[in-house]
């Protein structure tokens, strides 16, 4: 990132001298890695964003209308609840789908309930609380018999499982750029199969045939506005080429690994409960437990300030999950999240921290957080 703006910090597309082609062409070179990421065919339909949220606002508001219906999961994201939830007050038809005790949704509970007016099914590939990947092609497959567009999220999955977007039925994939693609935060996008009407809910410069009134029609520019953040696709670039280069497969084994040694560890534990599939069978390297008697921030921030273990906790802006699990009145979960540069070392470190929280009487726990709370700079606790 550094480098890209001292050679070529210039805004792309906008004229014709080295510099600003230097950095169109990382744009577009970008757009291509993309699109082989998600198993697309045609990088100008690889359009960039600030990150997945903004990608399924950018799809969701501009596919569906009063009057519409939309099915998605118990299992999804705020990036695809709340505007769902938006769109649902302004007169969505809406239906949410359940998950089985291991974390899974039913395809056919999903397929049940499209009807004539169905536009959309908007789902996560994998989900961000209990690391389950789902089964999309059967979802797909009856989408595209009937005419009904998959949206799916795979901020999750994109960087560690293969996807192949004709596989899996799918009509946009959305991505976010700092998960497991290794990019930086601020970046995202979406990739639109061809064919797919997203409606414009923005207008604004392109850099291509300005005099123009009416916003392009066609992509990338009819979903881009403005001057992309070339400094986060730099990022981008570098994070994705690292991926190819090492190998899905080598990343996914690496992780799965490792998730299989924590969760092994953990359940050793009395007193930890651990949430969703329990062996690697259809996984991501996110684990999900809870120490019973003791609420989730409290063993995060045992877990941060004495152990220097960085944990998730909270409801992972995946309310719906928790309130299925039972979780969203004891402060939600704590969320072990494993990637490529984490080490068998890092995870029994892990584990003996959570031994070592889980031996304390419950009045220690509480009374050492305090202690040590104003020494923590005062950092909120996340929800």
């Not at 690391?131 to 999220?153: F, M, N, W």
């Not at 080598?250 to 062996?279: F, K, N, P």
């Amino acid at each position: 990132m550094d480098q890209s703006y001292r050679t070529h910090g210039v805004n792309p597309g906008r004229s014709g001298y080295d510099l600003a082609l230097e950095a169109g062409d990382l744009v577009e070179n970008t757009r291509a890695l993309l699109t082989s990421v998600v198993g697309g065919t045609c990088p100008n339909h690889l359009v960039f964003s600030l990150n997945v949220t903004d990608a399924l606002n950018l799809a969701l508001f501009g596919m569906l209308a009063p009057g519409d219906h939309a099915i998605t999961s118990r299992l999804d994201h705020n990036a695809t609840l709340r505007p769902l939830w938006h769109l649902h007050e302004q007169g969505l038809e809406l239906d949410w789908v359940d998950f089985d005790q291991r974390g899974y949704i039913d395809p056919e509970d999903v397929i049940r309930r499209m009807r004539a007016n169905t536009r959309a099914v908007v789902l996560n590939h994998g989900s961000n609380v209990l690391g389950t990947v789902q089964p999309i092609s059967p979802i797909g497959k009856a989408c595209r018999e009937r005419g009904i567009h998959l949206v799916l999220d795979v901020s999750q999955t994109a960087g560690t499982v293969p996807i192949h977007m004709d596989e899996l039925g799918a009509d946009v994939i959305c991505f976010t750029g700092h998960k497991s693609l290794l990019g930086p935060m601020g970046v995202g996008g979406m990739y639109v199969r061809t064919g797919v009407e997203i409606r414009h809910t923005r207008a604004g410069g392109t850099g291509v045939r300005s005099a123009e009134r009416h916003h392009l029609e066609e992509y990338p520019y009819r979903l881009e506005y403005g001057t992309p953040n070339v400094l986060g696709i730099a990022g981008l670039n570098a994070g994705v080429s690292w991926v190819l280069a090492r190998g899905l497969d080598t990343i996914r084994a690496h992780e799965l690994r490792l998730r299989r040694l924590l969760c092994d560890g953990l359940r050793g534990i009395d007193g930890v409960t651990l949430y969703g599939q329990d062996s690697e069978e259809q996984c991501i390297g996110v684990l999900s437990c809870n120490l019973r008697g003791v609420e989730a921030g409290i063993v995060g921030s045992i877990l941060d300030v004495e152990h220097g273990i960085c944990v998730r906790t909270g409801l992972h802006c995946a309310p719906l999950v928790h309130e299925r699990l039972g979780t969203d009145h004891i402060g939600g979960a704590v969320r072990f999240s494993l990637g490529p540069f984490n080490t068998e070392d890092q995870v029994q470190t892990a584990i003996e921290a959570m031994r070592d929280v889980a031996r304390r009487p419950p009045a220690h726990r509480e009374a050492r957080v305090a202690r040590q709370s104003p020494a923590n700079n005062g950092r909120p606790a996340h929800t």
